[in-house]
C-alpha cells in the first residue's frame, strides 16, 4: 500500500447536499414483499434515502453545497486555485469534463485547475489526498474537492442486491495551506482483480462491452434479480471478503504511518457501505462502536459522499467546534481503497442541505 505524508494543510471546511425527495425502502414492498424489506433493512441499517429526479445532476448537488460553503467560509470564489470533482455519475457521458462546467457556475477564475476523478467508494479520500498534495508540493493555497454521485439511478428497481442500497448526495470539501496544521498520513491501495464484481458492464458505444439492442432489456439473472447490461452488478459475497481482507490491514498501516493508537482515534468514518458489514469490521479491529458513526439510516450508501455527508450529519456539533483526530476509510469499487489520519476541525459545517428539482442547472 502507498503511504504518503502531507504537511503544512488542513480542511477548513465540509459541506453536504442530498436531494428533498426522501424516499422510506417499505415503499418497495410491492415488489419485494415485506418480509424481504425487513430482512434487508435490518442488514443494511438503511430506512430511508434521499432520491434524484430526472434533471437534478450529481453537479447540482455538489454546486449547492460548494456555494454554501464558499459563502460561510467567507472566501472569494477568484481564491480558489483548483476544483477535483470526484464522482462516477457526471453529467455528460463523453464530454466535457463536469468539473469545467463547476468552475463556471461557481464563478471561479478561469486561472483554476479543474478536472474530474472517476471513482466511487474510495473517491473521497482520494480527492483530499490530490488537493492536499497539490497544495503542498504545488505552492496552491486553496482547493475544492466536489464528490457525489446520483447511485440509486444505476440499478435495475428488479435487483433487491443493490436497488434498496444507494441514496444520493453530494459533497463539497474546502483544503486550504496551513503551516502549522499536523501532517495528513494517507495509504491508498488498488486491486484491479476485482473489477468485475462491482460494475456496470455496458452503456457505452465505445466500451468494452459495446452498447446494442439487447444490452437494455432486463432479463433474470442467475441470483433471480432482474437486470440488464446497463444496470449496475455486484457479487455481495465477493464485495464483503474484499473489505474484510483489505481494510483491516489499510486501517493498522495508516495508524502506524501516523504514529497514533487505535484508541486515540476520536472517530473510525468508514464509507457507508452497509450497517452489517461496518459492524463486523469494528468487532474484527476492536473499535468501539460508538466511534464509528453511521449515517446509513437516513441517507443509505451514497457513494463517493458518504464520508463527508457522515461527517456533517453525526459529527457537525462536535467538529464545529473542536479538533478530532479522524480516520476517514473508503474502500470498494475497483477494487479501489484508501484511508486518511487527519486532525480535522475546528471548521466550517453547515447543516445538510436539500435541494429540490428546480435548482438543477438550466444550460
Same mark, same amino acid.
Given at each position: 500500500m502507498a503511504i504518503a505524508k502531507v504537511p503544512g494543510v488542513r480542511?477548513?471546511?465540509?459541506?453536504?447536499?442530498?436531494?428533498?425527495?426522501?424516499?422510506?425502502?417499505?415503499?418497495?414492498?410491492e415488489i419485494f414483499g415485506a418480509d424481504i424489506i425487513q430482512k434487508i433493512s435490518q442488514n443494511t441499517g438503511i430506512e430511508y434515502r434521499h432520491l434524484t429526479?430526472?434533471?437534478?445532476?450529481?453537479?447540482?448537488?455538489c454546486f449547492v453545497a460548494a456555494k454554501r460553503l464558499l459563502e460561510e467560509l467567507r472566501w472569494e470564489p477568484a481564491s480558489v486555485e483548483a476544483l477535483i470533482f470526484v464522482t462516477?455519475?457526471?453529467?455528460?457521458?463523453?464530454?466535457?469534463?463536469?468539473?469545467?462546467?463547476?468552475?463556471?457556475?461557481?464563478?471561479?477564475?478561469?486561472?483554476?485547475?479543474?478536472?474530474?476523478v472517476t471513482l466511487g467508494c474510495s473517491g473521497h479520500v482520494y480527492g483530499l489526498w490530490l488537493a492536499m498534495s497539490l497544495i503542498?508540493?504545488?505552492?496552491?493555497?486553496?482547493?475544492?474537492?466536489?464528490?457525489?454521485?446520483?447511485?440509486?439511478?444505476l440499478s435495475s428497481p428488479s435487483d433487491r442486491a443493490v436497488s434498496l442500497l444507494f441514496g444520493d448526495a453530494g459533497s463539497a470539501t474546502a483544503v486550504e495551506k496551513d503551516v502549522t496544521a499536523s501532517p495528513c498520513v494517507f495509504s491508498m491501495g488498488t486491486d484491479g482483480s476485482g473489477w468485475k464484481n462491482l460494475i456496470i458492464p455496458s452503456g457505452m458505444q465505445y466500451a468494452r462491452y459495446p452498447r446494442d439492442? @439487447?444490452?437494455?432489456?432486463?432479463?433474470?439473472? #442467475?441470483?433471480?434479480? *432482474?437486470?440488464?447490461?446497463?444496470? !449496475?452488478?455486484?457479487? &455481495?459475497?465477493?464485495?464483503f471478503a474484499f473489505t474484510i481482507r483489505e481494510v483491516p490491514p489499510l486501517v493498522?498501516?495508516?495508524l502506524n504511518a501516523a504514529g497514533w493508537k487505535l484508541e486515540e482515534v476520536d472517530d473510525f468514518v468508514f464509507h457507508q457501505a452497509n450497517k452489517f458489514m461496518l459492524t463486523h469490521l469494528a468487532k474484527t479491529m476492536k473499535?468501539?462502536?460508538?466511534?464509528?458513526?453511521l449515517s446509513l439510516k437516513?441517507?443509505?450508501?451514497?457513494?463517493?459522499?458518504?464520508?463527508?455527508? @457522515?461527517?456533517?450529519?453525526?459529527?457537525?456539533? #462536535?467538529?464545529?467546534? *473542536?479538533?478530532?483526530?479522524?480516520? !476517514?476509510?473508503?474502500? &470498494?469499487?475497483?477494487?479501489?481503497?484508501?484511508?486518511?489520519?487527519?486532525?480535522?476541525?475546528?471548521?466550517?459545517a453547515p447543516p445538510v442541505i436539500l435541494v429540490d428539482k428546480s435548482e438543477a442547472w438550466r444550460c
Open positions: 480542511i477548513a471546511g465540509i459541506a453536504s447536499a442530498v436531494p428533498a425527495t426522501r424516499v422510506p425502502v417499505t415503499a418497495a414492498a429526479s430526472p434533471g437534478l445532476c450529481t453537479s447540482d448537488l462516477q455519475t457526471p453529467d455528460f457521458p463523453h464530454i466535457p469534463a463536469t468539473s469545467c462546467t463547476l468552475q463556471m457556475r461557481l464563478g471561479l477564475s478561469r486561472s483554476c485547475a479543474a478536472f474530474d503542498s508540493g504545488s505552492g496552491l493555497s486553496r482547493v475544492l474537492v466536489l464528490a457525489g454521485d446520483v447511485a440509486s439511478v439492442a @439487447t444490452t437494455c432489456i432486463r432479463r433474470q439473472a #442467475e441470483d433471480n434479480n *432482474q437486470r440488464s447490461a446497463e444496470d !449496475l452488478f455486484m457479487d &455481495g459475497a465477493e464485495v493498522n498501516q495508516v473499535v468501539p462502536l460508538n466511534k464509528v458513526p437516513e441517507y443509505g450508501n451514497t457513494s463517493s459522499a458518504s464520508i463527508p455527508l @457522515t461527517i456533517t450529519t453525526q459529527l457537525r456539533e #462536535e467538529i464545529s467546534s *473542536q479538533s478530532l483526530r479522524l480516520l !476517514l476509510v473508503g474502500f &470498494g469499487v475497483g477494487y479501489s481503497w484508501g484511508a486518511c489520519a487527519v486532525h480535522c476541525g475546528p471548521l466550517v
